[in-house]
């Protein structure tokens, strides 16, 4: 058995511990307390606590760093993409592999053990089980005019079969990109199959720009002109006149097994029916304003009750993987909401929410030992304050299990 000690403990479950310990044995927690502990390692002063869970990114686009400048609205950002990931075709191109190994060696560099993978290829399910990172990956579909919504859902569920029973580190699910880009049929047949598939979830980007919005509720606007030149708007398609959510809803689609993602344009409305239904919020802050989105209302999510999490989006639309800094940028746009709310959305919420739950997220006994420790300087006395200042790299530093 190993036990760490250090200035700070946060259990996440429970406060913060001056002066706490956590004990490990074969890659699980055996125990956490306070107080002096024999043939403990002493960490100084710093601050142990579950690594960190990234609910939202898109390693495979880590290519773009660099190639996708910030925009004013959401759909140039979109067309930007689009045209730069024209050049690359091939997904097991040496530089989009070599750049999602990087980004997530990046990503574990700075605290974080558990991610929320968007996938169009699953090229990165090898990288991450090769990484030793956990994982929940989104195999996501596209088709705004799907002929056939059942057998394409049926085509994607036969490319999860050798990719293992869904119980280990890297688990693979399904999962629609966003309203504007999947039929309504195909929303219905990924919900069956998600029906079918109880140990699974599934994540949707929603409500995230003011041209979503305007395409779902008035059928105009920019989005319809983009599907219009794509040749994707279906001959007589009408818009549902609805809200994301309410839209999202009367497909039946949302639920405690969905992972919103963005939801900025949300209204007060929408969030009391997302935290009805039991759905996670995934906030992306820095990616938001990047993208022309806007800054995600996130003292509404809190007040609503909805539960959060946090991820950092792409590097397509943040200058790294760092989710420190996205709480950085959430305490700055969210000064009332506690510090403790938002660590334990990077943290708690979203293991729950990817599915993890019952291994990650939290320190208790039992659970595995995916732990990092933060130096902390001396005299600081709200922890939970300083972890969410903007913890850099060199600041942090992974426990053995």
Not at 44 to 49: H, K, N, T
Not at 106 to 111: H, L, P, R, V, Y
Not at 112 to 134: H, K, P, R, Y
Not at 295 to 301: R, S, V, W
Request: proline fraction near 6%; hydrophobic fraction near 45%.
């Amino acid at each position: 058995m190993t036990v760490f000690r250090a200035a700070w403990v946060l259990p996440i479950a429970s406060p913060p511990m001056r002066d706490g310990w956590v004990a490990v044995e074969g890659g699980s927690i055996a125990g956490v307390g306070r107080g002096a502990k024999p043939d403990a390692i002493d960490l100084g002063d710093a601050a142990i606590l579950p690594a960190l869970v990234n609910a939202h990114t898109h390693l495979e686009l880590s290519y773009l760093r660099g190639c996708v400048p910030p925009a004013g609205r959401f759909v140039d950002w979109i067309r930007a993409v689009m045209a730069a990931r024209r050049e690359y075709p091939d997904p097991q191109d040496r530089r989009i592999l070599g750049a999602a190994r990087a980004a997530l060696g990046e990503a574990k560099a700075s605290g974080t053990g558990l991610l929320g993978d968007i996938s169009n290829t699953l090229v990165t399910v090898t990288l991450l089980e090769e990484a030793g990172v956990s994982a929940r990956v989104f195999y996501e579909l596209l088709g705004f005019n799907a002929d056939d919504p059942a057998g394409c859902v049926r085509t994607a569920r036969g490319a999860l079969g050798a990719l293992g029973d869904g119980s280990g580190r890297v688990r693979v699910s399904l999962a629609p990109h966003a309203p504007y880009s999947v039929a309504p049929g195909l929303f219905t047949a990924l919900r069956r199959d998600l029906d079918a598939h109880p140990s699974e979830v599934t994540s949707v980007h929603l409500a995230e720009s003011r041209e979503e919005t305007e395409f779902l509720q008035a059928g105009t606007g920019v989005w319809r002109e983009l599907l219009s030149e794509l040749g994707v708007l279906p001959d007589g398609w009408q818009p549902p006149g609805l809200s994301t959510v309410a839209y999202l809803t009367t497909l039946g689609f949302l639920d405690s097994r969905v992972l919103a993602v963005h939801a900025v344009q949300c209204t007060g409305n929408d969030l009391a029916a997302l935290k009805a239904l039991g759905a996670t919020v995934v906030s992306c802050p820095r990616s938001n304003r990047w993208v022309g989105a806007g800054d995600p209302p996130l003292d509404a999510f809190y007040g609503a009750g909805v539960p959060v999490a946090f991820g950092t989006d792409s590097l397509a639309s943040v200058d790294d993987l760092n989710l420190f800094e996205e709480l950085a940028r959430a305490r700055a746009l969210a000064p009332r909401v506690p510090a403790r709310a938002l660590i334990e959305s990077a943290t708690w919420h979203g293991a729950r929410a990817l599915g993890f739950g019952d291994r990650l997220g939290t320190l208790e006994g039992g659970k595995e030992a995916s732990l990092i420790s933060v130096r902390v300087p001396v005299g600081v006395d709200d922890v939970e304050e300083y972890l969410v200042s903007g913890i850099q790299p060199d600041a942090i530093t992974w426990l053995d299990r």
